[in-house]
């Protein structure tokens, strides 16, 4: 009896070091592209002028002025537990009669998921987005905020609480929410069609067409939040002792009204462009990895 209830337990562990390594793979892959993002989200607010600015311009300026395009990656933590939930869920409301939920079912837990996981993983997550932005700081010819991970953990405490840690969470995971139901409710649901209509079988062509289906949905849904919460994560307190948005509304209203409706999908494309490749790494990573330990296709 106590050798069969270990035995969820021992899966679910393996489940989690494998997500956690193949989000390594993907991050380590992928991280220069989503520094470009965060840097061309942050350029309207962090320049005096308003200049039209690519996504080249923004990668371009980054390694001539810092040298490269690397920085500290918070998916390793926050990975795991959103896809290693997402099965949990789905497993609980899946029943021998019914072994196939509805998409929008998957939608709904893919999002619940990803707000448990994006709650556990925000302080690590702030501290990356502070790094990212500093690093504009340095090309403007001013002093970076901090001088590492450490230091910006520390600062972020001592000027700003605990609940500093935690600044723009709500952003967070109002974006967690919807890039989760367009991540793993969709590549979920991909997969079972392709190999639903013998498009391919349970392989890696499978895999890379449900990545990409999935990098697409999550980007179109998540870009205004990822926006909203890239700003409000890197604010900090301005010399008049007050921050510059009050919330996530107060976001999204100043952002339309001063750069238009479409600066909510600032940085789509480095978005589209680090999400697709990330799937792809990731998912295929996670999938291969399960097949060679002995677990069932996710």
């Known amino acids: 009896m106590a050798q069969q209830q270990s035995q969820p337990r021992y899966k679910a562990v393996n489940k989690i070091a494998l997500a956690s390594l193949s989000a390594m793979v993907a991050e380590t892959t992928t991280f220069p592209i989503d520094i470009t993002k965060t840097r061309l989200q942050l350029h309207s607010i962090s320049l005096l002028t308003t200049r039209p600015i ?141 190999i639903h209509n013998q498009i391919a079988n349970d392989n890696i062509f499978a895999h890379t067409l449900a990545s990409m289906m999935s990098g697409l949905s999550a980007t179109t849904i998540s870009c205004p939040a990822d926006v909203v919460k890239t700003r409000m994560m890197n604010q900090a307190i301005g010399e008049d002792g007050k921050f510059r948005y009050r919330n996530s509304y107060d976001c999204v209203v100043k952002t339309v009204k001063f750069e238009g409706f479409r600066a909510l999908w600032k940085g789509f494309f480095p978005t589209w462009a680090r999400l697709g490749p990330w799937q792809f790494v990731f998912w295929v990573s996670y999938e291969k990895f399960r097949f060679v330990v002995g677990l069932p296709s996710f």
């Open 54 to 194: 690519s996504a080249f311009q923004v990668a371009a300026d980054i390694v001539r002025n810092e040298g490269g395009l690397q920085n500290l990656p918070a998916g390793p933590v926050y990975t795991p537990i959103r896809t290693v939930g997402y099965e949990q869920l789905r497993h609980a409301f899946t029943t021998d009669d019914n072994n196939s939920l509805s998409l929008p079912s998957k939608a709904l837990i893919g999002g619940v998921s990803g707000v448990i996981a994006q709650v556990v993983a925000s302080p690590a997550d702030l501290v990356k987005v502070r790094m990212q932005a500093d690093g504009q700081k340095v090309n403007q010819g001013l002093q970076p905020r901090y001088t590492g991970p450490l230091n910006a953990l520390n600062k972020i405490i001592k000027t700003e609480g605990l609940k500093g840690l935690w600044r723009g969470v709500f952003p967070n995971i109002q974006r967690a929410f919807l890039v989760n139901m367009g991540e793993l409710a969709c590549y979920d649901h991909a997969k079972k069609f392709i």
